[in-house]
């Protein structure tokens, strides 16, 4: 067994939460169509109609999470670079011996920024770009001038060899090109990951699935981007709240920041009290004999069923995710094709 | 201070054991418990001579040969960039 694998199988049979979705802020300086956050929240120049987490609340969290086991720590927005405090944040992160992954859209990573951003444990900055086209890119985030800036920190981040992922969304409006987003980060040394599932926004709002591409669409992809193998004996297993955990920016934990069963606020409780003592917990994290209609289904090796959303988009936690199953079935027929030739 | 631990790491002591992440190349590093052990005493400062004393006390083994593998575990540490002498 690998160091990665007994770290996994360890920490989540002890229900230790060594992996965590830290949500900064809910405000943006971009507009992005698709974007999961509740819009009325992400907008920096609206009022706030709840206080986000301070720069003492955000320190205390940290040190109880590295007393809780916590090792990994993914600080996400809104935009983080947004908090006047951030990197204050990634000092003390730093301090703690935290293994910091941040997610951004770019737009004030200067070469100063990446320049200061070298000097903290980054394993991987995660940067949203959705295009090599400008007018494409700039669209979908709504700012003119966004995807300049952004494809200037992803080269900026690189040069101070930082690890970076390209991470994108593929949509109706961005489909078409999506491989010269893998020329340029060839190019620049980066990682690059894309999403054919969208979500629904938090709040319900479905609005982000209408940009979701087509079968037809998926199928392409799927012959483009090579061989996805099945898994083997796949038990659609998910560790967020095993070891994985969420807090959003008022202080809210949750397994996953996409699975908001909310677990405790850590306004009025310590971390340790919510993580251990919680019993909503016991009765979210689903089992695979738990999943009446999945658990038998022909398409499980293929499936990446997320429960959280399969609660937000399908509204039952125990029962299928209408697009897992969507792609489950593309992958399935292309590897049968490819079985066949 | 003997040994400066480097600032590019990441690490937590887990379930009793230590595991180390490399920066940048994410690398996952697990110690057993002596070397935990050793860890923990770098951590507070202590020299060689210090470490070995206390792996004596704690193990059952002669000096000469914990003095032997904690010489091979630092070398090893200092090598993939972890601590510094």
């Given at each position: 067994m690998s160091v990665i694998e007994k770290f996994n199988r360890v920490t989540a049979k002890k229900n230790i939460p060594v992996s965590i979705m830290f949500e900064l802020t809910k405000k943006c300086n971009l507009r992005c169509i698709h974007c999961y956050i509740n819009p009325v929240e992400n907008q920096s120049t609206k009022v706030e109609y709840k206080t986000e987490l301070s720069t003492s609340e955000i320190f205390n969290i940290l040190g109880q999470l590295a007393d809780s086991g916590?090792?990994?720590?993914?600080?996400?927005?809104?935009?983080?670079?947004?908090?006047?405090?951030?990197?204050?944040?990634?000092?003390?992160?730093?301090?703690?011996?935290?293994?910091?992954?941040?997610?951004t859209n770019g737009v004030f990573i200067t070469n100063e920024v990446a320049k200061k951003l070298s000097r903290y444990n980054?394993?991987?900055?995660?940067?949203?770009?959705?295009?090599?086209?400008?007018?494409?890119?700039?669209?979908?985030?709504?700012?003119?001038?966004?995807?300049?800036?952004?494809?200037?920190?992803?080269?900026?981040?690189?040069?101070?060899?930082?690890?970076?992922?390209?991470?994108?969304?593929?949509?109706?409006?961005?489909?078409?090109?999506?491989?010269?987003?893998?020329?340029?980060?060839?190019?620049?040394?980066a990682k690059y990951g894309f999403d054919i599932s969208l979500v629904p926004c938090d709040n319900g709002d479905r609005t982000p699935l209408k940009y979701r591409i087509d079968e037809k669409q998926l199928r392409s992809f799927f012959n483009h981007q090579g061989v996805f193998k099945p898994l083997e004996n796949n038990n659609l297993n998910c560790t967020a709240g095993k070891n994985v955990c969420a807090i959003n920016c008022y202080g809210d934990v949750y397994p996953c920041l996409q699975f908001l069963v909310k677990f405790g606020n850590l306004r009025e409780k310590l971390f340790s009290e919510i993580w251990r003592k919680n019993f909503v917990r016991k009765d979210y994290l689903l089992k695979l004999t738990d999943l009446t209609l999945c658990r038998s289904c022909n398409l499980i090796n293929y499936c990446g069923r997320c429960p959280g959303i399969a609660l937000l988009e399908d509204g039952d936690i125990r029962g299928p995710w209408s697009r897992a199953c969507e792609i489950a079935n593309v992958s399935r027929d292309f590897n049968l094709a490819k079985c066949s030739d | 201070m003997e040994f400066k631990i480097s600032d590019k790491i990441a690490w937590r002591k887990i379930d009793g054991l230590l595991y180390i992440v490399t920066i940048p190349d994410s690398y996952l590093h697990l110690l057993n418990e002596t070397s935990t052990l050793i860890w923990e005493l770098i951590v507070k400062d202590k020299n060689k001579t210090e470490i070995v004393k206390n792996i004596c006390n704690e193990f059952d083994v002669e000096p000469a040969v914990a003095e032997k593998d904690i010489k091979t575990f630092l070398s090893q540490l200092k090598q993939k960039g972890i601590i510094k002498q």
């Open positions: 916590s090792l990994y720590i993914l600080f996400t927005g809104g935009e983080v670079f947004l908090r006047g405090d951030f990197f204050d944040i990634l000092n003390y992160a730093n301090k703690k011996h935290f293994a910091i992954t941040i997610f980054l394993v991987n900055v995660g940067i949203s770009l959705y295009s090599m086209n400008q007018l494409i890119h700039d669209k979908i985030t709504g700012v003119s001038g966004s995807w300049r800036r952004t494809v200037s920190a992803i080269k900026s981040l690189r040069e101070q060899n930082i690890p970076v992922e390209i991470k994108t969304p593929l949509m109706k409006q961005n489909f078409y090109g999506y491989q010269k987003i893998i020329k340029f980060a060839d190019t620049v040394g | -």
